[in-house]
């Protein structure tokens, strides 16, 4: 089906321009104008030569998203003028459709490198308000449902000047999707410490089992591809006593696995990658169309 070809002062939230549908992180760069025009608008009405008179422009320009897996939406203000434009956002999935706040620096609150960061800043709140017993201590948000991702669905962004006077915007949104990667901070540069440790196994264990073992405090016993357990035999693992089962490493030294186990990870942290965005820019965008610098203070990884 052919694009919509309306203007944008011929749009209402009813007819909005759609900016596409996003499984992956994106970044999108809205520039427009605002305001009156003094231009000869209307009907002829009479019998003389009149077009109904002098008007025309908006105060509203209306932008729908549509994401097909949880994540935030970020709309951050530029130059020239971003203390006179408001924006705004809706989930169009309710019926009436839901406005949604924005946070700004009283929010959650962090600490990179020695400097207080605000990691949720002109992000699109997921719940209204926290009316909700969600707390948990190891979380970054502390189960406040607002910090939450947004769900899957349709969102209608606006963009107003609160002016009576003509105003050139530049609204930069980025549409994040929650990391699978994790970082980990290494003890040392080539990461020899976190890969391996020295210690050997300590007890062999042949399959099958055929009586009661134990694997003792701080043993590391180690049983080839699988192991067998007859019926009636306990295996006793004490206190801090490995049990390593499967193919043995080189040197029989035991690889760590860097592995936070579930997402429950990612939700003490969240932070915004520069090159990241970068790339997501540079995937839809041609080479002379730069970044948006006003993205910059809102990343804290490299």
């Known amino acids: 089906m052919a694009r919509n070809q309306l203007s944008q002062p011929q749009r209402t939230q009813a007819n909005p321009l759609v900016l596409g549908t996003f499984s992956e992180t994106a970044i999108r760069n809205l520039r427009g104008s605002l305001g009156p025009k003094n231009r000869v608008v209307g ?106 991702p947004l769900e899957k669905g349709s969102y209608l962004i606006c963009v107003s000047s609160t002016r009576n006077e003509p105003i050139n915007y530049n609204v930069s949104v980025v549409i994040e999707f929650q990391e699978t990667i994790a970082f980990f901070e ?26 009661n073992t134990t694997i003792v405090d701080e043993s590391y016993a180690f049983t080839d591809e699988n192991c067998t357990i007859n019926n009636g035999v306990v295996v006793t693992i004490e206190g801090l006593g490995i049990w390593y089962i499967g193919t043995a490493p080189a040197n029989e030294q035991n690889k760590i696995i860097l592995e936070p186990g579930d997402d429950a990870y990612f939700d003490t942290i969240h932070d915004h990658s520069l090159s990241a965005w970068k790339q997501a820019w540079e995937n839809e965008h041609r080479e002379d169309e730069p970044f948006p610098n006003i993205l910059v203070p809102l990343t804290n990884r490299p």
């Open 43 to 148: 009907y002829a009405d009479t019998l003389q030569n009149s077009n109904g008179g002098f008007g025309g422009g908006t105060y509203n320009h209306w932008f729908q998203i549509n994401i097909e897996a949880p994540a935030w939406i970020i709309l951050v203000k530029g130059p020239p003028r971003p203390n006179y434009i408001q924006v705004s956002a809706y989930s169009l999935d309710q019926t009436p459709i839901e406005g949604k706040g924005i946070f700004d620096a009283d929010s959650v609150t962090t600490t990179t490198n020695g400097q207080v960061y605000v990691p949720y800043l002109d992000t699109v709140m997921s719940a209204q308000s926290n009316l909700y017993n969600q707390f948990s201590s190891l979380r970054l948000d502390r189960g406040d449902e607002r910090y939450y």
């Open 186 to 211: 290494l003890e040392d540069e080539d990461g020899s410490v976190a890969l391996q440790e020295s210690t050997p196994f300590t007890e062999n264990i042949v399959s099958p089992i055929t009586s």
